[in-house]
């Protein structure tokens, strides 16, 4: 099992990279970062660092570690200054990047910033268009497309990506959204409890069927909340109030039980957030914990 590392982007730069530096130094897989310019409604006020920006930058800090994003949406830039950008972040880190890709969903940022969100519809649609251009950029094809969203002419990548096959990411949950995983992602990734991952990969599966695919052909990833703590009270309180969001609370042996469950489910790779991990001071005894426990798990 990977296990990898998703820092805020909330937090001072330094604390990012201390992080990621010592994630990078201890064997941790990948390092990702969200892809919003605010937080949600009750929390838009807070400073997000812009996505973009931060990968480039972590490629040139970090020698090992690979580096995506938890993702990019595809109602913020344009399909081929992605495409180009993501060449260029690919040569930065000697062929260290996963290009994570979404169809985007928070409304008040697309309100704030006047930018189209759409129906879950129209999102899938341009989705679709938007995962095509890119991928065939990343191939070092000549592009045309006239769609409903995204129109290039003889488009191309003059530069070329270190890997032979730079892989993509979607970050998907939706049955419709399922369907757009089987045919175009290399990777797969939600949030998610063992039980739900399981019923999602069952409906991964049946799509792949429909088209051919091995099923086994897509990595998967998963995240929850986590919060490392002996207080049992403290655990509890912090499962309630992660409302919809899957949370993992309790000393690192807790968390290897999710891991050995969602390895049971068919996952990858576990991406953890240190958004519950308190100072930075203290967190590489956190992440060296949770290592050390699944790696017990053997």
């Known amino acids: ?26 064997g941790w897989h990948a390092v990702y970062v969200a892809d919003h310019f605010m937080g949600p409604d ?26 995506s994003s938890l993702v990019l949406s595809a109602t913020f830039r344009h399909p081929a200054v992605v495409a180009n950008w ?24 697309h309100q704030r910033y006047g930018l189209d969100l759409g129906t879950p519809g129209e999102r899938r649609r341009r989705f679709v268009e938007y995962v095509g251009i890119v991928r065939g950029l990343l191939d070092g094809e000549t592009v045309s497309s006239a769609g409903d969203w995204f129109a290039v002419e003889g488009a191309h990548c003059p530069s070329r990506p270190v890997q032979d096959h730079l892989p993509i990411l979607i970050g998907a949950k939706g049955e419709r959204m399922l369907g757009v995983v089987a045919r175009h992602a290399d990777e797969w990734n939600q949030w998610s409890t063992p039980e739900s991952m399981r019923v999602a990969a069952e409906n ?6 429909e088209i051919g695919r091995d099923p086994a052909s897509i990595h998967r990833s998963t995240q929850a909340l986590v919060l490392v703590t002996d207080d049992r009270a403290r655990a509890e ?40 991990m308190g100072p930075v001071e203290g967190r590489p005894e956190v992440l060296d914990a949770l290592r050390a426990a699944v790696t017990d798990l053997g």
């Open 1 to 26: 099992m990977h296990l990898s590392f998703w820092p805020s982007t909330t937090q001072p730069w330094s604390d990012v990279v201390a992080g990621v530096r010592h994630a990078d130094a201890t």
């Open 42 to 67: 009750d929390f838009e006020h807070q400073p997000w660092r812009e996505a973009t920006a931060q990968l480039a930058a972590l490629a040139a800090l970090t020698d090992r570690i690979r580096l």
């Open 86 to 109: 993501a060449v260029a972040v690919d040569q930065i880190s000697d062929g260290r990047l996963t290009l994570g890709l979404g169809a985007g969903w928070q409304e008040n940022e």
């Open 204 to 209: 991964l599966a049946r799509h792949c069927d």
């Open 237 to 276: 309180r912090f499962v309630e109030r992660a409302g919809t969001r899957p949370a993992i609370a309790g000393p690192p042996s807790v968390f290897a039980e999710w891991v050995a469950g969602w390895a049971d489910a068919g996952v990858d790779e576990v991406i953890v957030p240190d958004w519950s």
